[in-house]
T-cell receptor
Framework: ETGVTQTPRHLVMGMTNKKSLKCEQHLGHNAMYWYKQSAKKPLELMFVYNFKEQTENNSVPSRFSPECPNSSHLFLHLHTLQPEDSALYLC????????????FGPGTRLTVL | GQQLNQSPQSMFIQEGEDVSMNCTSSSIFNTWLWYKQDPGEGPVLLIALYKAGELTSNGRLTAQFGITRKDSFLNISASIPSDVGIYFCAGQPLNAGGTSYGKLTFGQGTILTVHP
């Protein structure tokens, strides 16, 4: 238990569906991150939020829309996804001044049909 | 973008053996980190390194920040079955400062299997 929870743990959706992934951290951190982990590829950073403000969008397609209402919660809204978007989506958090020491949640395994 | 070359890709060892894996980059990194990921879980931070030449231990794990700032290694001594998992190196490139702090680059991972 790292103090970062993600729901749902598994999600199957069609290409026309709209769904959201949720992340919550209980560590008092003020930076949150979304990563994509695909088979046989390194973790890819998607978005960074510092103090609820987005500071990084790593050229992520607009069908992925993040939302950070406060420092403890992070959402990833999904719409019109493609099968190649199937992956493990990991959320992480850290202190802004120790941003390299990131604590990860267990991930959401997403399958797009 | 930055790339990290992590090797070996996989290792099959006997319980009790020592393990060594490394990560190299063509660019300078100002931070190196080592994570472990168990099946069905997210990566867990094992060791963080911030200075060239730094050698840090965490139990049976030892990691070093290479003197050239372009590499790092992780050693596991006297392996046990629960060491099984995927080990990732990660780094903060030197030129990714300012608002890019926390923008980590990850290696592809080393899959470790330990036979009892």
């Amino acid at each position: 238990e790292t103090g970062v929870t993600q729901t749902p743990r598994h999600l199957v959706m069609g290409m026309t569906n709209k769904k959201s992934l949720k992340c919550e951290q209980h560590l008092g951190h003020n930076a949150m991150y979304w990563y994509k982990q695909s088979a046989k590829k390194p973790l890819e950073l998607m978005f960074v939020y510092n103090f609820k403000e987005q500071t990084e969008n790593n050229s992520v397609p607009s069908r992925f829309s993040p939302e950070c209402p406060n420092s403890s919660h992070l959402f990833l809204h999904l719409h019109t996804l493609q099968p190649e978007d199937s992956a493990l989506y990991l959320c992480a958090s850290s202190q802004v001044n120790r941003a390299n020491e990131q604590f990860f949640g267990p991930g959401t395994r997403l399958t797009v049909l | 973008g930055q790339q990290l070359n992590q090797s070996p890709q996989s290792m099959f060892i006997q319980e009790g053996e020592d393990v060594s894996m490394n990560c190299t980059s063509s660019s300078i990194f100002n931070t190196w980190l080592w994570y472990k990921q168990d099946p069905g879980e997210g990566p867990v931070l094992l060791i963080a390194l911030y200075k060239a030449g730094e050698l840090t231990s965490n139990g049976r794990l030892t990691a070093q920040f290479g003197i050239t700032r372009k590499d790092s290694f992780l050693n596991i001594s006297a392996s046990i079955p629960s060491d099984v998992g995927i080990y990732f190196c990660a780094g903060q490139p030197l030129n990714a400062g300012g608002t890019s702090y926390g923008k980590l680059t990850f290696g592809q991972g080393t899959i470790l299997t330990v036979h009892p």
